[in-house]
Structure formats: structure tokens, C-alpha cells
């Protein structure tokens, strides 16, 4: 059985992170400048250390240092004196990067079908109606096997929808320009903020964050979300795709000794800021759910009522540092977060809440049995890892020296929606033409009297001649649809990549 994580300590008393319980999900809270950073990165060497791959966002650039060694900080050797840490070293952890805008590390990206209509809803911004006729058109595509890969694709679609939506009424419902061109201009804002490099190939393979290094350590893969974090409904959308996709993706694991994977949110309100309900519903399901993936999620907030309740009660490992209270918002934050600890009755929980110092925290574990432990007042173990950012030189070693190195660097562009409905485009008149140099009228008997000569102009044609025509462009098209979705279905094989 894996040994208990040693978190934090209250005087001689160690508070253990047990890791079968670990997949129980965690949040660490605390104002700005409290030391949620400097927890977060703990629990993340000791869950590596156990061989537990971690994920998390580096919001504001401070994780990258995680990859060196510690030392020469006087505070982290005063804390190692202060807590009787023995067997405390400096020690390197094993480190991904990752970045959407492939700078910071391994590019990230996704494709469109893959995000799916709800979460791209949330990420534009749409309102009810304009989410209902965006997924219109993902069923379109997904009907006629076209792929949607990236921006271009799903801008094509779009357009497309608008200018067959006569065609489309009967089977899919109404199809509003008004809509759709409200839809294209938030693709346009979404691109501006540089988010066309998410969408595309290669695709990130999350098997990729399960990784271990040659030691058994778990991988820790840092996401560098400075400049994504500029785009907070990108930054959102993108990480609770990434939770979906592992809650969807993993099998059932039942009870482990330790996690399969940790997933720590950083700046957790931004999932839940203006959510609308069903997106709601979905976060409470993947959370609750997850667990038995052998998951476990940690948010990291300021305030703890930036959670809500249904998915705040799934949260059983508690690290809370130090909260303000000069609003009535912050007063009422202090008894929420009072109220959701087992009570120690040496420990003034709503007092002490606002007197702790920098890397001091109220912290409850849950036990071996699923039950919190009465809180207690610590202080919390300091990383062995460097505290703060790695100059550019050191990421990019640590960059180049991935396994990974070089497989996401080159993206591909193979075809898909954009070049399936331009190739349409482009046969259409070659199409028409052939119709008007082919002799119906030799084929089925030209009507008596008819003009034929080019002084005359082109005659009207006759009602057998009209129905012969339309005849041969329904055939050719349907016929043309049923090729195409054979071909990809037989290359794909079905309509997501897999």
C-alpha cells in the first residue's frame, strides 16, 4: 500500500494526504498571496513521486520552476527547520510543458467535432437560440461525414448551412441567417484572441498526461496559461474539455491504492462564472462521476463561494489558507468556510480563518474510512522543487529534451469540411455547363416547330425535357453523397477521431 503524503504539519502532529483517498477530489483556497501556489505545487511532487501523472495551468508563470531543483531560498530553509523535515532534499520533478500557441511548450489542440456544440456554445458565448443552430450544423456534418477540424471548417459549414437552409428545413429545423452570422462574428472574436491554433491536428492524445519517467515518478504536465488566461472563457471551456474527455475516455477502476491521474483547476470561478445550467449539470456529473476513473479533481480558488454547493460537498481533501474579511461578501466566505469543517474544539475555525500567515493553512483530510478529520491549524511542507519561474533557456531544454518533442510541433491539414464544400463549389458551374451542351432534346425528341439555331436565342424547354433534367441532378447528387460518406466512414471509421 502507498505510504500517506506528508502535506503539512501541526506542531509535532503530520497531517497525511492518504492516496487511495486522493481521487476524492480536493480544494485549496485562499486570498491572493496566502501560498495556494506553493500547496499546489507540494501536492503535486508528492503525488509524482508516488508515480501519479499531474495535470495543471500555470496561470501566472510560477510552476515552470518545478522542472529544477530548489535551494537558496531562505524562507523554504527556515520552513524545512521550523517543521523538523528530515528527510527534506532538493529535488528536480519530471515536467511537460504544454501551450495552445506552442511557444511555452508542446502545442495543445483540438478539433472541432472533438470540443462538440455545448462547450463551443459556451467558448462563443452564444445564446440559446445560436447554440441550437450550431448544433444544427455539427448534424449536418456529422450526416454527410464531413470532419470539422478547425475554424475554417466550421466556418465553411456554417455558411453552407445559411445558403441550403431551404433544403435543410424539412429534416433539421429552421436555420436563421441572422444566427448563423452572429455565430461567424464570434468565430472572428475567438480568433482574435488566438484561438484558431487550439482547433486542428495532430490532436492532443491524453494518453500523453498519463506518463511516468524512467524512475516510476508520475509525469507533472504544466499547461502555460499566462496568455490564455487573457481569454478566460478559452481557458475555461479548454480545461473542462480536457476533464470531460478523461471522465468519457478512462474505464471504470473502482477503489485504487492511488489515482490514475490528478487534475488540478487553477482560478476555478472562471468555470463557473455565467454557466448555464445544463453546462452546470454536466461539471456536477463529470465530478461526481470521475472519481470512479480513478481521477481526482482539485480546484484552486480565492473563495471557496466561488464553487458551488453540488460540487463544493464532492470536495473531502481540504487545504483553506488565510481569507479576508472587510466585505459582507468575505464575512459570509469566512462562515461558509467554517461551516465546512469538522469541528476541533481547540480550533476557532471563523477566527483563525483570518489570522493565518503566508503557508499557513486550516487543513482536513479525509481518513481511512472517507470521513474528514477534524481540522487543524499548520503549516504546510515546502516543494523540493525551484519556488518560481524557469528562465527561457531552462524551458526550452526542458522542452527539447521531451519524448514528445517533435510529434506536436508539425500540424497537419488534411481534408475535411472547408475542402470537401469548396471542391463542391468549384464543379458546381462545370456541372451546369455539361447540362446545357447535352442534346436532351436528340435524346427524348425535340417539340414540333422547335428552334434550335443560335439566332433564335435557346428555346423554352418541354415538360419532358424539364423533368428529365431535374431527374439526372437528383441522382447525381444523392449519389455523390452516398460515395463521400463511404469513403470517410471507411477511412475514419465513424465520426470522431479516435
Same mark, same amino acid.
Given at each position: ?80 527547520? =521550523? ?5 527534506? /532534499? ?24 472533438? &470540443?462538440?456544440?455545448?462547450?463551443? %456554445?459556451?467558448? &462563443?458565448?452564444?445564446?440559446?437560440? +445560436? ?29 453552407? *448551412? ?61 499547461? !502555460? ?48 462564472? @455565467? ?10 456529473? #463529470? ?14 480558488? =480565492? ?10 460537498? =464532492?470536495?473531502?481533501?481540504?487545504? +483553506? ?14 462562515? !461558509? ?9 481547540? #480550533? ?14 486550516? #487543513? %482536513?483530510?479525509? @481518513? ?21 519561474? *524557469? ?9 527539447? /529534451? ?24 468549384? $464543379?458546381?458551374?462545370? +456541372?451546369? @455547363?455539361?447540362? $446545357? ?29 424539364? #423533368?428529365?433534367? %431535374? ?10 453523397? =452516398? ?16
Amino acid at each position: 500500500m502507498t505510504q500517506p503524503l506528508l502535506i503539512a504539519k501541526s506542531g509535532e502532529t503530520e497531517l497525511n494526504l492518504l492516496a487511495r483517498m486522493a481521487n476524492r477530489h480536493g480544494l485549496i483556497a485562499g486570498a491572493t498571496g496566502t501560498g495556494k501556489t506553493v500547496t499546489l505545487q507540494t501536492l503535486a511532487e508528492h503525488f509524482s513521486r508516488i508515480g501519479v501523472p499531474v495535470f495543471m495551468a500555470d496561470v501566472k508563470g510560477d510552476l515552470s520552476g518545478m522542472g529544477l531543483a530548489g535551494g537558496g531560498n531562505a524562507k523554504v530553509e527556515a520552513r524545512v527547520a =521550523q517543521l523538523n523535515l528530515q528527510e527534506f /532534499s532538493y529535488t528536480a520533478s519530471p515536467v511537460t510543458f504544454w501551450d495552445v500557441f506552442g511557444t511555452k511548450g508542446h502545442p495543445v489542440r483540438t478539433t472541432i467535432t472533438e &470540443l462538440g456544440p455545448l462547450l463551443l %456554445s459556451r467558448m &462563443l458565448n452564444l445564446n440559446d437560440v +445560436q447554440a441550437g443552430v450550431l448544433t444544427v450544423v455539427f448534424k449536418i456534418a456529422d450526416d454527410q461525414g464531413m470532419l470539422l477540424l478547425d475554424l475554417k471548417d466550421l466556418r465553411a459549414m456554417l455558411q453552407h *448551412a445559411s445558403e441550403h437552409a431551404a433544403d435543410y428545413i424539412g429534416t433539421y429545423g429552421t436555420i436563421s441567417a441572422a444566427s448563423v452570422g452572429a455565430v461567424q462574428r464570434s468565430l472572428l472574436q475567438l480568433e482574435h484572441e488566438g484561438a484558431e491554433k487550439l482547433f486542428g491536428e495532430p490532436a492532443l492524445n491524453l494518453d500523453d498526461f498519463r506518463q511516468t519517467d524512467s524512475q516510476g515518478r508520475g509525469m507533472i504536465n504544466i499547461l !502555460a496559461a499566462d496568455t490564455l488566461y487573457n481569454s478566460p472563457r478559452v481557458y475555461a471551456t479548454l480545461l473542462l474539455w480536457l476533464l470531460s474527455e478523461l471522465f468519457e475516455r478512462l474505464p471504470e477502476a473502482g477503489d485504487l491504492d492511488k489515482p490514475k491521474l490528478v487534475f488540478f483547476f487553477d482560478e476555478a470561478h472562471l468555470l463557473f462564472n @455565467d454557466a448555464p445550467n445544463a453546462l452546470l449539470d454536466k461539471i456536477e456529473q #463529470v465530478v461526481r462521476l470521475i472519481r470512479s476513473k480513478g481521477v481526482g479533481v482539485y480546484f484552486v480558488s =480565492q473563495n471557496p463561494l466561488d464553487i458551488p454547493d453540488v460540487v463544493l460537498g =464532492q470536495l473531502g481533501n481540504r487545504v +483553506q489558507h488565510a481569507l479576508r474579511a472587510f466585505t459582507p461578501r468575505d464575512q459570509k466566505a469566512v462562515r !461558509a468556510a467554517a461551516e465546512t469543517f469538522r469541528a476541533n474544539p481547540g #480550533v476557532d475555525v471563523a477566527t483563525v480563518i483570518t489570522e493565518l500567515g503566508v503557508g499557513e493553512a486550516l #487543513v %482536513s483530510f479525509l @481518513d481511512d474510512h472517507g470521513r474528514p478529520t477534524p481540522v487543524e491549524r499548520a503549516f504546510v511542507c515546502p516543494p523540493q522543487s525551484r519556488i518560481g519561474p *524557469a528562465t527561457d533557456a531552462e524551458r526550452n531544454q526542458l522542452i527539447s /529534451s521531451s519524448v514528445l518533442f517533435g510529434h506536436y510541433e508539425k500540424s497537419l491539414d488534411r481534408e475535411s469540411a472547408y475542402e470537401i464544400l469548396k471542391r463542391r463549389a468549384e $464543379q458546381a458551374p462545370e +456541372q451546369a @455547363d455539361g447540362e $446545357q451542351g447535352f442534346d436532351w432534346g436528340g435524346l427524348f425528341g425535340a417539340g414540333r416547330g422547335q428552334e434550335t439555331s443560335k439566332q433564335t436565342g435557346r428555346p423554352r424547354d418541354t415538360m419532358l425535357e424539364t #423533368v428529365a433534367k %431535374s431527374a439526372a441532378r437528383t441522382i447525381g447528387s444523392e449519389l455523390g453523397r =452516398q460515395v463521400l460518406r463511404g469513403v470517410l466512414g471507411s477511412i475514419l471509421g465513424g465520426k470522431r477521431r479516435r
